[in-house]
Structures are given as C-alpha cells and as structure tokens.
C-alpha cells in the first residue's frame, strides 16, 4: 500500500520539483540582470539574460563595446565557424562556475539559449543547448571535437576548389579522425618559379601559415595546440610536387615562445 501511495506522489514530486526550479530559476535571471550590462573580457559586453517561460528557455544576449572595431569583430564573429563556436560555447557552459543555475535550469526543463547580437540587435551567431548537453561533463564535450572537425571540414570541402589568391588554389582536404590528421592540398599557378629557391620560399610560407593559425582563434589552432592534431600542406604545380610541410603543437607552441 505504502509502495502504491508513493506511485502516485511521484508525478506530484515531479510537479513540486519543476516548479521549485522554475521560481530559482526566474529570482536567479531577475538578479543577473541587476548587474547588466557587464563586461565579460574580450571587448565582450553580457546585455541581458532573459526568462522565456512560453518557450522554456533562458537565453543569455552578449554584444561587442561601442569601438571603431566593433564592425570588425561583428563580421569576424558572423563568418565563423558555426560548428566549432558552438563547441567552444558549450565547453563555457559546462565549465560554468554557478552549477546552481544549471541544475534549476533542469529541474524546470528548460533550454539555454546563447546569442551575439549586432549594434542594431540582429543575432550574428546563436546556440540553444537542451538538458542532456548543458548538463554534460567537461571530458564528454571534448571527446565530441572529432565529430565537431569532420563536420566542419565536410562544409569546408563543399565550398572547394577554392582561390585564396592570385597564385593559390585550395583543391581539396581530407580527415583521418582516428590518427588525428588533417591533410589540405593545393596547387600553385601562373607563378614564375625561375631562380626561386623552392626550399626558402616554403619556408616563409610555413611560417605565415603558424602565424595567421595563432592570430586567429579557430579551428585550427584548437585542434593542433588543444587537441594534439597534425595539419600537412600539400603543394603541387602542374601535377608536381613542390612542397609539403605539417604544422603540429611544437610548431605553434615555439612561435608563441
């Protein structure tokens, strides 16, 4: 009997549960927005942080500080790697130091929404997380990159050959996820390569290549410097080898140096 009477607490316990997050959930939105707008580094401004009951989602809205580079940073963030930021976002996320707000955001059911606004309050870049990955650990999101790089280098194959410039065609790149490797092949044209030394020239290009990597953030240097990948560039002209070179962590970790 008692068994019996507990079966039919439990949807009441569920109730109670869900509404106890939902009311910490709400007074918790009500005081972060207390202390909006804030900076949170990176010439990153967090606007606002929003109880959508109707739709059970929080989302949290973040835009650039007023400069005469936000322009850039907004055309920066609008052409980035959609895969990759929504990886790093969710490492952010699970490493949030408030667990609390986290687990009263699963009590109530809800979504988290994250989302980058323009100066006029158009989203450049947004992510909505359900229960099963906000509440996922650190390790289980990092052993998700490989299927983050495989996505992401499928979109980026679909988009090649591609001319980076006068002289160079990217033609195609492949990813071996189980030995951690990414090969990117291109081909060199209409460059007189008389009395060039093959081995000087290459050598400059490996390192512009580590240098515009650490310049820029992205998936790249996440997957060599964080993830212990290996990136070869394979160079032809008309159909022969020129040159091929990798770039790995010792790479990346001695120009930082």
């Given at each position: 009997m008692r068994k019996f009477l507990f079966f039919l607490l439990f949807p009441f316990l569920l109730l109670s549960c869900e509404m106890q997050g939902k009311q910490s959930l709400c007074n918790s939105v009500a005081?972060?927005?207390?202390m909006c707008p804030t900076s949170v580094g990176d010439n990153l401004m967090m606007d606002s942080v929003l109880y959508k009951g109707k739709d059970k989602r929080v989302r949290f809205c973040y835009?650039?500080?007023e400069s005469e580079n936000r322009e850039q940073y907004e055309e920066?963030?609008?052409n980035s790697d959609k895969n990759f930021m929504r990886y790093v976002e969710l490492l952010d996320v699970v490493n949030y130091q408030e667990k609390n707000f986290l687990l009263y955001m699963t009590?109530?059911?809800?979504d988290l929404q994250i989302s980058y606004l323009d100066s006029k309050g158009n989203e450049l870049l947004g992510f909505v997380y359900g229960k099963n990955e906000y509440n996922m650990s650190y390790d289980e999101v990092v052993s998700t990159f490989p299927n983050v790089m495989e996505e992401s280098l499928r979109e980026q194959q679909s988009k090649l050959p591609l001319e980076l410039d006068l002289y160079t065609i990217m033609d195609s790149l492949s990813c071996d996820v189980n030995n951690n490797k990414v090969v990117l092949y291109f081909t060199i044209h209409d460059l007189n390569m008389d009395n060039r030394n093959i081995d000087t020239l290459f050598a400059s290009i490996k390192s512009?290549?580590?240098?515009n990597i650490i310049s820029s953030y992205n998936l790249t240097y996440s997957a060599i410097y964080e993830h212990s990948w290996k990136f070869i560039y394979d160079y032809k002209m008309n159909g022969d080898s020129l040159s091929r070179f990798s770039v790995t962590w010792s790479d990346i970790d001695s120009s930082l140096d």
């Open positions: 005081i972060m927005n207390l835009s650039y500080k920066k963030l609008r009590w109530a059911d809800f512009s290549t580590v240098e």
